[in-house]
Nanobody, 116 residues
Framework: QVQLVESGGGSVQAGGSLRLSCAGS????????MAWYRQTPGGQREFVGG???????NVADSVLGRFTVTGDFAKDTVYLQMDSLRPEDTGVYFC??????????WGQGTQVTVSS
């Protein structure tokens, strides 16, 4: 059973930074894509940023220029560097992964709270 474990969440003041990590369990198939989503209070789960195993990245317009997604697929790990955080970035951040054979998985989520 594939597991994704997020870490790095916490509380920070507006303008601060946090770095999230997501470690996937080892699998013989390998990961083709890993990404971050977030669910804000009262909102739906939304895409934040993702990275493919060949290094292609994309991020949502709402975080462009502030958040950076990186990954180390040799370690089945993806990171989300969040800078210039805003109160509206508050939410639960979820890791999402796609195996090369097509299965998809979600992590349990990590809370990020940004105070003004």
């Amino acid at each position: 059973q594939v597991q994704l474990v997020e870490s790095g969440g916490g509380s920070v003041q507006a303008g601060g930074s946090l770095r999230l990590s997501c470690a996937g369990s080892a699998t013989i198939f390998g990961y083709s894509y890993m990404a971050w989503y977030r669910q804000t209070p009262g909102g739906q789960r939304e895409f934040v940023g993702g990275i493919t195993s060949d290094g292609g990245t994309n991020v949502a317009d709402s975080v462009l220029g502030r958040f950076t997604v990186t990954g180390d697929f040799a370690k089945d790990t993806v990171y989300l560097q969040m800078d210039s955080l805003r109160p509206e970035d508050t939410g639960v951040y979820f890791c999402y992964a796609v195996l090369k054979m097509g299965s998809t998985y979600w992590g349990q989520g990590t809370q990020v709270t940004v105070s003004s």
